[in-house]
């Protein structure tokens, strides 16, 4: 059986990669973004009177939430909401502010994709899932960050994406570090 292998779209371009420290203060950033969006759906709530006394989320489909007057289906609905969040919030920032989240615009890095000039939904979708993939075991996902010559994380192997430095735009040129290795 011959392996054909699909070319890269960023083939012949150099970009700097983003480092690693940039990435995590992004994600922070981000996570941080998303506490918010929690505290303004429980401040919403509770301005209807149906007060939010505890949630505890420990994974997509793992939430626990206890509610005043408010009927079953709703606790439903919101635990799936406050599970998918953090997949809801990183898709639709991927994928309408061109591969950017509030973090990664603040600290001027950006997602691409390998095979593909734009990110596509289901790029968007695979890699916030794959975030979940990254924390597990330990966060082994994330450490593979350290060794891989183009600082790819599961999560980037699995959306098929690297994560760049854009260029600076007093010096109209790219920042220091490493540039993406050709195979």
Request: glycine share 6%; aromatic share 16%; proline share 3%.
């Amino acid at each position: 059986m011959k392996n054909n292998t699909r070319p890269e779209f960023h083939q012949d371009n150099e970009f700097t990669l983003a480092t690693i420290k940039r990435r995590f203060i992004a994600f922070l950033i981000d996570w941080i973004v998303i506490i918010l969006i929690y505290c303004c759906i429980i401040i919403l709530f509770a301005l209807f009177n149906m007060n939010i006394s505890n949630i505890n989320v420990h994974g997509i489909f793992d939430v626990e939430i206890e509610m005043d007057n408010t009927h079953p289906y709703l606790i439903t609905i919101l635990k799936f909401l406050f599970g998918l969040l953090p997949v809801i919030y990183f898709t639709i920032s991927y994928y309408y502010f061109k591969g950017q989240t509030i973090g990664k615009y603040f600290l001027r890095i950006k997602v691409l994709s390998l095979y593909h000039e734009h990110l596509g939904l289901w790029h968007c979708i695979e890699r916030s899932l794959g975030y979940f993939a990254s924390a597990l075991e330990f966060g082994f996902g994330y450490i593979q960050a350290f060794w891989n010559p183009n600082r790819m994380t599961l999560h980037d192997k699995i959306g098929e994406t690297i994560v760049i430095q854009l260029l600076d735009k007093k010096h109209k040129e790219q920042a220091p570090g490493t540039v993406i290795t050709k195979k």
